[in-house]
């Protein structure tokens, strides 16, 4: 037990806030029920250790990889005439012990509050465009590279669940991933998603109910540091996991029975569409199914981390696992994953930088002293008062 005063905080805190914090932590705390999670630990141990194996020793120059990410700021600029943003995306390549990288990016400025909502979409789709110049460079001769690593899931929302609408931003997504998974086949290379926020609960379907917590925590104390565990492959795991989701998990959670049932047919005739490619429209889509769900603990990390693996380039799980677990930091990620991070990171105040641009290129051939005022007022900030988390540091 601990009493308030054990606790020090080095900023000042109104009181009423800080016992209300109190309060909520306490009532978090006991309804975190660790008793219980290790519990179904160690049932499910039982029921996948034939699953788990060790990570092989294998070489960090083994392979020629390839990361890949973008980035942009945490809030957009919310200006008078609309919303302005920048995202940044690029690689950092491992060549034959060689360092082979490349950053751009775009300006995002609409008059909608609907970007916020598609800024992390788009990101994605201009990694994958990325995936797909460096697979082409490779068919023609100009690149070498075994292995593509993605910061995060292979497939953009809503796959591998269902194809996206064939209106808005996400109907890009399908187009993508179709010409970037032929393309990887087509040049024979691995595509790896390394998965960081995990809110998935996939190892429900080897203890036959409903796990109360998610797939990152779970394998992170099924797993001894080295080891690795393979769930299988969307095409098996999804229709057994909408099966207990929607049965165990929503019933517990309240849905009646019938609905539930609803649900469930409608997820398992959406997963149809993907596994088949939509009736064959969209070949290389199917590929979803022959994707495979990894976790593996790194020597030196305490938690799990989670892969998404197409192995097109025939590179085998074990040796993957083993390269992955080779080159993984203190951060519990592959260090090309942090190295391209720190590459495509965008500083806020950047987005200062790009208004003084418009602000500068919009007035180049105005003479109207009316029309410069409006130019003005349209990039001026709607909240002035956050002014300080974009401008730019002074010399």
């Known amino acids: ?43 499910l141990k039982a029921k996948v250790s034939s699953r788990i194996s060790p990570i092989p020793n294998v070489s960090g120059s083994r392979y020629f990889a390839y990361a890949i990410d973008s980035s942009f700021p945490p809030s957009p600029l919310e200006l008078v005439g609309g919303v302005l943003t920048v995202v940044a995306y690029g690689y950092v390549g491992q060549v034959g012990g060689k360092s082979d990288r490349y950053v751009t990016g775009d300006i995002l400025y609409e008059d909608t509050s609907e970007i916020s909502k598609s800024i992390e979409i788009i990101s994605k789709i201009r990694e994958r465009e990325m995936a797909m110049k460096l697979l082409k460079d490779k068919l023609h001769g100009r690149k070498n590279l075994d292995l593509i690593i993605l910061d995060g899931e292979i497939y953009v929302h809503p796959l591998p669940y269902n194809l996206p609408a064939y209106e808005g931003v996400r109907r890009k997504v399908e187009d993508v991933l179709e010409k970037m998974l032929n393309l990887a086949e087509k040049s024979k290379t691995t595509i790896v998603g390394v998965v960081k926020r995990v809110r998935s609960r996939y190892l429900s379907i080897y203890a036959g109910h409903c796990l109360s917590t998610n797939d990152k925590l779970m394998a992170s104390l099924l797993l001894n540091k080295g080891e690795y565990i393979s769930l299988g492959n ?12 929607y049965m165990d998990c929503e019933t517990k959670r309240g849905m009646s029975r019938e609905e539930a049932e609803r649900r469930l047919n409608e997820g398992i005739e959406n997963l149809k569409r993907v596994f088949n490619g939509d009736g064959g429209r969209l070949k290389g889509i199917p590929k979803v199914a022959d994707t495979e769900l990894i976790f593996y603990k790194a020597p030196i990390t305490a938690v799990a981390t989670k892969l998404e693996v197409l192995d097109l ?83």
């Open 1 to 43: 037990m601990f009493n308030n005063e054990d606790l020090t905080i080095d900023l000042w805190v109104d009181p009423p806030l800080l016992n209300a914090l109190f309060e909520d932590a306490r009532s978090i705390a006991n309804k975190l029920n660790l008793t219980s999670v290790m519990n179904e630990v160690n049932e």
């Open 234 to 245: 969307y095409g098996s795991v999804l229709p057994q996991w909408l099966q207990i989701n």
């Open 313 to 395: 380039g025939g590179i085998g799980v074990p040796n993957l696992v083993g390269y992955l677990s080779s080159q993984t930091t203190n951060t519990g990620y592959p260090y090309l994953l942090d190295l391209v991070d720190t590459y495509v990171r965008v500083d806020s105040r950047l987005l200062d930088y790009v208004k003084s641009l418009l602000t500068r290129y919009a007035g180049l051939s105005i003479s109207d002293s009316n029309v410069k005022e409006l130019i003005n007022t349209l990039l001026q900030l709607t909240n002035p008062q956050k002014a300080y988390l974009y401008r730019q540091m002074e010399g």
